[in-house]
């Protein structure tokens, strides 16, 4: 259970577990798509990451409040994931219904947001407070 009293940003934690749950419900909403509009793999690419990344998202965002990760660097990763993930998939949905890359290098920027977000993710979990 989130204990909101223990962490000052309590309703940090309900908009970051939400907007996880977002991401996994537009997952499987992008993986319909790809299923029945026979839109082929660019969307089945982007529903993968979303649906791949936002579990995790979620479990992150529960612990915030934790001893587990440092608070600034943990939200600081998962914002940069979680926007990594977003322009990297909604490159991919752009893509895959014939509208062209967002911008120049869009999905490659994207996936590597979301890794570097990963990354200082795990530095924060690795360099927690005692």
Known sequence: MIDEASDAGGMSVRVFFSLAC???ASGVGVAALAAHAGAGRELATASSLLVANAPMLGA???????????????RLGWVVAFVGTVLFSADMMSRGLGYGAIFPDAA???GSMDILGWLVVALSVIFRRN
């Open 22 to 24: 977002l991401m996994m």
């Open 108 to 110: 490659p920027i994207g």
């Open 60 to 74: 992150a965002s529960i612990a915030f409040p934790s001893r587990y990760l440092r608070p600034v660097t943990g």
